[in-house]
């Protein structure tokens, strides 16, 4: 079982709700991480997970909270959003922390920020 | 860490073979070129990885010159479903890894 599975698929919020991004990998992989993807542009990191602590954070705004409660999830908490944080948010896994890791994709939670 | 540089975008007809080429001139020592391929409203997929000459798989190949400083993602015998977007990466020892600008390559019958 090579799949990352993420829900939900789409997702509407006004600026002032508090909701949630899920993501979940059972391939036994110890890094996890989330991208953010705007239309016709590369994903962009936003944070990594080694060993469920918090690794990497690429300078994201406060009201972008990740937890990784476990090996196998990863969620990205949202509060106060933005409309130009609308975008398609994918979470990835890999085996290790190693940069010769391949990184696994789900298919990606779409955002709208209203 | 290496940037690279790929062409914004390619067109290729069914059948034949697409070669895309990514530049990454500062690339350091121990690094390691990965390809990546997206498609619409998708997270992207390995494709290839390697080091240093040729690399082949089931889907692709990838050729490295000896200085490294660029590489070339073969694609043979391309079909429709073959467009997407391919990303060129080049990730270090300090597991930094980001993705370029991409390569949007459209496949015509």
């Known amino acids: 079982d090579t799949e990352v599975t993420q829900t939900p698929k789409h997702l509407v919020m006004g600026m002032t709700n508090k909701k949630s991004l899920k993501c979940e990998q059972h391939?036994?992989?110890?890094?996890m991480y989330w991208y953010k993807q705007k239309a016709k542009k590369p994903p962009e990191l936003m944070f990594v997970?080694?060993?469920?602590?918090?690794?990497i954070n690429e300078s994201v705004p406060s009201r972008f909270s990740p937890e990784c409660p476990n090996s196998s999830l990863l969620n990205l908490h949202l509060h106060a959003l933005q409309p130009e944080d609308s975008a398609l948010y994918l979470c990835?896994?890999?085996?290790?922390?190693?940069?010769?890791?391949?990184?696994?994709f789900g298919p990606g939670t779409r955002l709208t920020v209203l | 860490l290496a940037k690279t540089t790929q062409p914004i975008s390619m067109d290729s007809y069914e059948g034949q073979e697409v070669n895309i080429t990514c530049s990454h001139n500062?690339?350091?020592?121990?690094?390691?070129i990965t390809w990546y391929q997206q498609f619409p409203s998708q997270g992207p997929r390995f494709i290839i990885q390697?080091?240093?000459t040729k690399v082949t798989n089931e889907v692709a190949s990838l050729f490295i010159p000896a200085d490294r400083k660029s590489s070339t993602l073969s694609l043979p015998r391309v079909s429709l479903s073959d467009t997407a977007v391919y990303y060129c990466?080049?990730?270090?020892?300090?597991?930094?890894?980001?993705f370029g600008a991409g390569t949007r390559l459209t496949v015509k019958p």
């Open positions: 391939m036994g992989h110890r890094a």
């Open positions: 390697g080091y240093k």
């Open positions: 997970y080694s060993y469920e602590k918090l690794s």
């Open positions: 500062n690339i350091a020592t121990n690094d390691y």
């Open positions: 990835a896994s890999s085996q290790d922390l190693l940069y010769t890791d391949t990184q696994y």
């Open positions: 990466l080049v990730g270090d020892v300090n597991n930094d890894m980001r």
